[in-house]
């Protein structure tokens, strides 16, 4: 990583000039992108497919995280409760699998961005049976969920400032971010663009 430039009388003005064309380099983006990207313990380099699979699955996540923003004042019963948070849990999980192999800086960013707020409500989340492991990962401890308090639970997945409703606006950024870059890998590789690539997949039922 780079140091900060301190910027004073005394700055050499090319140094500067040399700081922000480095900043601004392909290999500064692909250097700040493998740091972030350890994060989630990736290493490899993604294709237009893994970035497509990002987009898929943190898009699911943002549909359930805002389902249940939405409708969690709603929802009393303990089957509910279990079945609703599964569906969150594994999409987040499927999410955290996707950002290993992201090469998007944006999605990253929000990737980490996304674990750090679900660290901070760790300690609530596992009053409801949801445990968040050392690798971030989440884990449903079903009977305990079942048993949760309605309220702790509400709080956790009701309203707009929510954790629930926060992991859904992450998400759709990652998802968004994902989606952009699988646009750019299949114009830089040459191959078919995005909507081209959908276009065919609705033709030859092609999964993507």
């Not at 409801?128 to 079903?142: A, F, H, M, P």
């Amino acid at each position: 990583m780079l140091n900060a430039v301190k910027v004073d009388g005394n700055t050499d003005l090319r140094t500067l000039a040399r700081t922000v064309d480095l900043v601004r380099s392909r290999s500064y983006q692909k250097n700040l992108t493998e740091e972030f990207r350890k994060q989630f313990a990736g290493e490899s380099e993604a294709t237009a497919k893994d970035e497509l699979k990002l987009a898929e699955s943190s898009k699911l996540l943002s549909e359930y995280a805002g389902a249940l923003a939405y409708n969690g004042n709603t929802i009393q019963e303990p089957e509910q409760m279990l079945a609703a948070v599964k569906d969150f849990a594994e999409s987040y999980n499927d999410t955290l699998d996707g950002l290993q192999k992201t090469d998007s800086l944006k999605a990253l960013e929000k990737g980490v961005s996304l674990v750090n707020t679900t660290k901070a409500y760790a300690r609530t989340l596992s009053r409801i049976g949801l445990k968040v492991g050392s690798d971030n990962r989440l884990t449903v401890d079903e009977e305990q969920l079942k048993e949760a308090q309605p309220e702790t639970f509400r709080s956790l997945f009701s309203g707009n400032y929510s954790y629930a409703n926060k992991i859904a606006d992450k998400a759709s950024d990652i998802s968004r971010a994902a989606d952009l870059k699988a646009q750019v890998t299949y114009n830089v590789n040459g191959n078919l663009d995005y909507y081209n690539k959908m276009a065919v997949s609705m033709m030859f039922d092609d999964k993507i």
